[in-house]
């Protein structure tokens, strides 16, 4: 049996203009109905007809836009994918960097991406607390938000670290992809705790970021402690 094809970037990018430009009423209505249920719900909990009837629209019409649940979630979805991954602002990063001058450094620039990244995902927390729980349990999603992490999170992290490696902001021995792995690792679990476990704590995010730069920066362990390699 031949494999389905995998959803393309540009398949997620389709999605995600459609999202933002709804045809007509009845199909924003439905994609807003979508979002909410999803979020509160998951995407096994929602059924078709709890949308329609949230959408105030009868759920042949529903159908008629989405012609089956997947093609739904995929709209909600694959844009959500999409802005968690786009970090269109590495250049201001850089940007901030050069205009604080050499003390901002590597904590400088991870309280600014920490910054971004849980802005995004603050956007709509059911929602994203849904994507985080499917990711694990939904091959599709996982499957595109792996191509989207390795385009536009991975990659372009590397470069970053790596000019402010050669810039003297990170030490000559740190491994950056190991360093990359571990502001992702921070960022998770964050995220995880934020979002899914924890989501009734009152949070103060700043702190916290400022907090997980200072570990990331200096480190855990004492003076004594230090291995010396």
Not at 42 to 62: F, P, R, Y
Request: glycine share 6%; proline share 3%.
């Amino acid at each position: 049996m031949a494999r389905k094809a995998r959803p393309s970037l540009r398949d997620v990018e389709q999605e995600a203009e459609k999202f933002s430009t709804p045809k007509t009423e009845k199909e924003k209505a439905i994609i807003d109905a979508a979002v909410e249920l999803f979020g509160k719900q998951g995407i096994d909990g929602a059924t078709t007809a709890q949308i329609a009837k949230q959408a105030n629209v009868t759920e042949k019409t529903l159908f008629r836009y989405f012609p089956t649940k997947k093609d739904l979630v995929r709209r909600v979805f694959f844009p959500l994918l999409l802005r968690i991954g786009l970090v269109q602002n590495w250049e201001s990063f850089k940007a901030l960097l050069r205009e604080k001058g050499r003390d901002a450094g590597f904590r400088g620039w991870y309280v600014a991406l920490a910054t971004d990244r849980l802005a995004t995902v603050s956007r709509n927390p059911q929602l994203a607390r849904t994507v985080l729980l499917e990711l694990v349990q939904n091959e599709e999603l996982r499957d595109v938000m792996e191509r989207v992490w390795r385009q536009y999170i991975w990659q372009p992290m590397l470069e970053s670290l790596t000019e402010l490696k050669g810039e003297g902001a990170i030490r000559k021995d740190v491994d950056v992809e190991v360093l990359a792995r571990a502001v992702h690792c921070f960022h998770i679990g964050y995220f995880l705790t934020r979002f899914v476990f924890a989501p009734h704590v009152k949070w103060d995010d700043a702190e916290q970021i400022e907090m997980m730069a200072d570990l990331l920066e200096s480190g855990a362990g004492t003076r004594g402690n230090v291995v010396q390699r």
